[in-house]
């Protein structure tokens, strides 16, 4: 795939819709860890997406849950152990045995394993969780920008979520990475997907299966912006993704999306 940007990232949605693997093949393999991205990767998605969050010594790490309880073998929050200690947690026997080996990656491997020339440079969603802070002052934001420019990879990632203010400062820090907004039900649901994005000046805007329709669809589209839907695992869910015309559908599950929408459009 050739470098996105933000400009890029718009244009390869003309192909819709994109196909983007929701922390990585994670029906397949443990959430968020190397093995769900192998996966992704050979079932040709588009884009991965997956959760952001710091170690205690400020190292960007993949996680999803604020706590370490539920999707590994550790204990407690992830911002108290420093990226050495998260290391060391068996990130997944709690889906598997099989997968007992995997570790909490750090985002600087998944940038190296997605560049270009390793795994074909593949698209990257990076959705950093909305209660993020550093633990030395520096906002996490500025932070995040850095590890991208650093690693090269402005141009094939997107920056997403719940928290649109941290979007809107990643847009201010640098204006060519392609920023998406995740609809929060419960704080955004006076204003417009379009309103919501402006403010927060992102491209793309992003909901759940249960909250897009087709004025959600048309407002974003009249006013230039993209959608991304998460929430897809079935073939009827891709279906209707279809029918409504959404430029990406986020799933669980993308080799069930890519084969329904085959079928679709052999029918
Ligand atoms: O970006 C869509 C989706 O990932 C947002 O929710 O909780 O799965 O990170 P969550
Ligand atoms: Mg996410």
């Given at each position: ?123 990257l969603n990076i959705e950093i969780k909305p209660d993020v802070e550093s ?133």
């Open positions: 795939m050739a470098e996105l940007g933000q400009k890029t990232l718009l244009r390869l949605t003309d192909e819709k819709p994109l196909i983007i693997a929701h922390r990585g093949f994670s029906d397949e393999a443990p959430e968020n860890t190397m093995a769900a991205f192998h996966k992704a990767i050979s079932a040709k998605v588009h884009m991965i997406e997956f959760d952001v969050r710091l170690s205690a010594d400020n190292e960007f790490v993949i996680f999803h849950d604020r706590k370490l309880e539920r999707t590994s073998e550790g204990k407690g929050l992830v911002k108290r152990l420093a990226a050495e200690e998260l290391a060391r947690i068996d990130n997944g026997s709690w889906f598997s045995s099989r997968f007992s080996r995997e570790r909490i990656p750090l985002l600087r491997d998944v940038l190296t394993l997605t560049k270009h020339g390793t795994a074909g440079a593949i698209a633990a030395n002052g520096t906002p996490v934001e500025a932070m995040l920008v850095e590890v991208l420019v650093k690693a090269r990879a402005l141009h094939h990632v997107m920056i997403t979520s719940f928290n649109h203010k941290m979007i809107k400062r990643v847009k201010h820090l640098n204006h060519e990475i392609a920023t998406g907004i995740i609809y929060n039900p419960i704080t955004n649901f006076r204003r417009s997907p379009s309103q919501l994005a402006a403010a927060a000046r992102a491209e793309f805007f992003i909901c759940s299966k249960y909250q897009v329709n087709h004025d959600v669809v048309n407002d974003v589209h009249e006013n230039g912006l993209k959608i991304f839907v998460y929430g897809i695992s079935s073939e009827r869910d891709t279906g209707r993704m279809l029918r409504l015309g959404v430029d990406g559908i986020i799933s669980n599950n993308p080799a069930l999306v890519k084969r329904a929408i085959e079928m679709y459009r052999n029918e």
